[in-house]
């Protein structure tokens, strides 16, 4: 069993899943059985200021999408920040971190932009022992419209202040959760990474709207006749999160800043592909919030079969295919491949021929005892049939080796070429 | 009463009152909403899907599924009506797994198929639930059409005929509409009267008027029908039974296994019906199946199914066959009857070993003898009574594709018409095929 013990920022903790900041985290009475569970380590549910807490909806919180058998594939939230008294999570939080010494523990924090504030919770989480902060700049509901959350987030100069007046005043490891509700991710990591945050974690959940009410014509989920935007999260939002691991994975300016991962992982392969793309632990939430604590015992087993497989270490796996994420430009634009239908594995169900016949390059022929073939003088390789196919490995994409003719284009594969010499490209020829 | 399974000859009320409720209830209980959804998903909505290719009546079998998925129910069973006025009963009689679960991809790909039948009827009941007829009867057109037989392929045809705007009367011998679908299915496949509240539902289309008891022949000749209507669709079915030819056929307790059927689904009460202890059936379909299974069901201690071809020639699918044998059913495959032994009523029954040879199958001469205090016989209906003048090719009313017969002015479709297996869903596409024709013929 291939050893899990991850190290992230000096943060020590046995495997390297992590439950986010969120509903599941808010206590002590949820975070101890988490921690019986398996999990490594713990983001606490986000503390506000000292004051009066802030106060949540008392209707629903949560919005979904289901696909079959009303699997939950998406979830979207509009709680806000722990509603819970602060000295009564700093009790908790102390009394938990004492008895769970070998698991890590990270402070979750949201206060107004103003350094006093900052300087204010960071004294009096001091104490508590947790193992670091991680500054929430991502809520995109609620906490918002207080000036807060990802209204920070969206602002690389305000992450870069607050990140500043963080490390001026603790000496905690600080990680800069990051909001997905903007256009380019890398700037603020960029602007984090300026303010000196010992990492960023992302993503934070995605503005959405899951779906409308066609009754009583309102978002849900609905409060009294009404709806607001929540955060998304859950299997749905995971290719939104990776790319954006991704891009700060191999932006120069970031490169190599540790990053925690978060975005819909839900089985151990999740946790391997966020870390392939850079990050050295993940954050579970939804997952843990549909199938319970206990789903943390199947990721821990996963991710340990499949490094035993590939005979890899943790470290071993983490960033291992940053390299390989390219501009498009980049891209080989004389490797050619072709579909394949294996006639063996094939059921006739003709998905295939009505996604090629219909929406892409009739390249797929269909006979009257429902055979189906490529036509390899027709077919891009454009995969939509291996996509569409219910049966897995039934279409494969084989590759033209060099020298062999492309039959659609009538063109023998040669080496590697890319858009920046191909001479239709205006820029190739204004080079020139 | 103190009778048991064990109790001898031919006796009622074998089992607990309980019992009988138990075993003639809903032998495959319609899916729950979710469950539907469940099993909606898993539909592939296949390009010119098989299935819908194996459907006699060609329903748009992923269409329907889709709209059962998308939580529309309703326009799934307007899909299925349109093609097949009868979708309610076909979902619970049609041998789907011979037809579309046979076809489907899943069924090739994991042994599984979808379970089209299931959500057929989920899409059907839901409808007519809501006692809501999906379609409107056109323009009248003036024009009168007799149909004979209140059974799937008449009822079939006087609802296609009655949308077109003709005005359609129905003759059936019987003293209740529904053919078959009243009189020849078993109990279990159709519960809580559903036969009579489908032609119920089925007639609100209007335009329809049933004459029952009225028995072409006997009661009415076909030269007054064609006389009194501008055409005439036959549908009555196949009223004949085959004999055994076997010595002894005409001793007591010997059954037609057609009447037992639908004296069991008239039967309010099921315990005040009478079986054997002993219960030897003759035949290898559905029939036969049926047979035996409730001969079972109303406690017959030993029951059992003797065919005379081998296993792969019976005309009960697997699944059929399946549903016999777990329902405690014996059966016996490639013997042949050539005795009924007994004192006046039947005792015990011979029969021959049979081989199939190139020449025809040929009994041997070893025998063996089964106990029986009840023989059914399902060895096949027969077409009697066909009206004089119309033209008959292999023991059935000839008609070409449309359901001509050999006398213009009259069409014929289902069992009593050459063409297709004799099944619900192919009399309905046949009645169905017909109208249309029939409609093109007079308004032409």
């Known amino acids: ?432 | 009463m103190s009778n048991s399974p064990l109790t001898p000859g031919v006796a009622p009320g074998r089992l607990p009152a309980k019992s009988y409720t138990d075993n003639f209830t809903d032998h495959a209980p319609p899916l729950e909403p979710h469950e539907a959804r469940v099993a909606a998903d898993r539909c592939y909505f296949c390009h010119d899907a098989p299935c819908m290719t194996a459907c006699p009546t060609s329903i748009d079998i992923p269409l329907f599924i889709r709209q059962i998925a998308t939580g529309t129910p309703d326009a799934a069973a307007k899909t299925i009506f349109a093609q097949n006025i009868l979708g309610g009963m076909c979902a619970r009689v049609c041998p789907t797994e011979q037809l579309c679960e046979e076809a489907c991809v899943r069924e090739t790909a994991e042994g599984k198929p979808v379970e089209i039948g299931q959500l057929q009827r989920f899409a059907t009941d839901t409808l007519m639930a809501k006692g809501v007829h999906p379609f409107t009867r056109g323009k009248p057109t003036g024009k009168t059409v007799a149909v004979v037989g209140a059974g799937p392929a008449g009822l079939a045809a006087a609802h296609r005929l009655a949308m077109k705007g003709h005005e359609v009367t129905i003759y059936d011998a019987r003293p209740k509409p529904g053919g078959l679908n009243e009189f020849g299915i078993a109990s279990y496949k159709s519960t809580g009267n559903f036969a009579q509240r489908e032609v119920e539902w089925l007639l609100k289309i209007g335009g329809i008027r049933i004459e029952t008891g009225r028995a072409l022949g006997r009661d009415v000749t076909l030269a007054e029908l064609q006389a009194g209507h501008d055409a005439v669709f036959l549908g009555m079915g196949l009223a004949g039974v085959n004999a055994l030819r076997a010595a002894g056929e005409d001793k007591g307790n010997v059954r037609n296994a057609v009447d037992f059927i639908a004296e069991l689904r008239q039967a309010g009460d099921k315990s005040a019906l009478a079986v054997g202890r002993d219960v030897v059936v003759i035949g290898g379909g559905m029939t036969a199946v049926d047979a035996a299974v409730q001969s079972k069901l109303l406690g017959a201690q030993n029951v059992t199914i003797v065919y005379r071809r081998g296993q792969a020639k019976m005309s009960a699918s697997g699944y059929e066959q399946e549903h016999a044998t777990s329902a405690g059913v014996r059966i016996i495959t490639n013997a042949a009857p050539v005795a009924v032994h007994g004192n006046g009523a039947v005792a015990e029954v011979e029969f021959a070993y049979t081989e199939e040879t190139p020449q025809g199958l040929k009994t041997g001469p070893e025998t063996f003898r089964l106990k029986a205090d009840q023989l059914f016989k399902a060895i096949g209906q027969t077409l009697s009574g066909a009206p004089e003048g119309l033209r008959v090719e292999g023991g059935k009313i000839a008609v070409d594709a449309t359901g001509r017969t050999s006398i213009a002015g009259i069409w014929a479709g289902g069992d009593c018409a050459s063409g297709g297996e004799d099944l619900t869903v192919t009399a309905v596409a046949e009645g169905r095929d017909a109208a249309e024709d029939i409609h093109a013929a007079l308004m032409g």
């Open chain 1, 1 to 432: 069993m291939a050893n899990l013990t991850t190290d992230f920022i000096g943060i020590k903790s046995p495997n390297p899943f992590w439950l986010a900041s969120a509903p599941p985290t808010d206590k002590k009475y949820n975070v101890e059985r988490a921690y019986e569970a398996g999990w490594g380590g713990v983001v606490w549910k986000t503390l506000g200021s000292e004051g009066p807490p802030v106060v949540n909806v008392s209707g629903p919180r949560y919005g979904a999408i289901w696909g079959a058998d009303r699997r939950l594939l998406g979830l979207n939230n509009i709680e806000l920040i722990t509603d819970r008294p602060l000295e009564v999570n700093l009790r908790e939080i102390k009394e938990v971190k004492r008895k769970w010494r070998d698991r890590a523990l990270i402070i979750s924090l949201m206060v107004p932009c103003d350094e006093d504030s900052w300087k204010d919770i960071l004294g009096r989480i001091a104490d508590t022992e947790a193992d670091g902060v991680e500054l929430n700049f991502g809520c995109p509901h609620g906490m918002a419209e207080r000036g807060m959350g990802s209204a920070v987030g969206q602002v690389p100069e305000y992450i870069e202040m607050v990140t500043r007046w963080v490390k001026k005043h603790s000496r905690m490891p600080c990680i800069v959760k990051l909001t997905p509700n903007i256009t380019d991710v890398r700037k603020p990591a960029e602007a984090a990474h300026r303010g000196g945050a010992d990492a960023v974690s992302l993503i934070n959940t995605i503005n959405s709207i899951t779906s409308v009410n066609l009754d009583e014509f309102s978002p849900e989920p609905m409060i009294d006749g009404k709806g607001t935007h929540g955060g998304y999260c859950g299997p749905a939002v995971k290719p939104i999160a990776l790319n954006m691991v991704a891009e700060i994975a191999r932006n120069p300016v970031t490169h190599g800043m540790p990053i925690s991962g978060i975005g819909g992982v839900t089985t151990w392969r999740d946790a391997a592909e966020f870390m392939a793309l850079g990050a050295g632990n993940v954050q579970v939430c939804t997952a843990a919030m549909t199938y319970g604590f206990k789903v943390v015992q199947e990721m821990i087993s996963g991710l340990s079969q499949y490094l035993d497989d590939k005979e890899m270490s943790v470290s071993d796996l983490v960033g291992r295919a940053v390299p390989n994420v390219t501009d498009w430009q980049y891209l080989n634009l004389n490797y050619v491949t072709k579909a394949q239908i294996s006639q063996a594995d094939c059921i006739k169900c003709g998905r295939c021929y009505a996604a090629c016949e219909d929406t892409s390059h009739q390249a797929i022929a269909m006979s009257a005892d429902r055979t189906f073939t490529v036509k390899d003088d027709e077919c891009v390789a454009c995969n939509l049939c291996v996509n569409v196919c219910p049966v897995e490995n039934c279409i494969t994409m084989v590759q033209l080796p060099q020298g062999a003719l492309d039959e659609r284009t009538g063109r023998k594969v040669t080496e590697y070429a890319n858009w920046t010499t191909h001479p239709n490209n205006p820029s190739t020829r204004a080079a020139e």
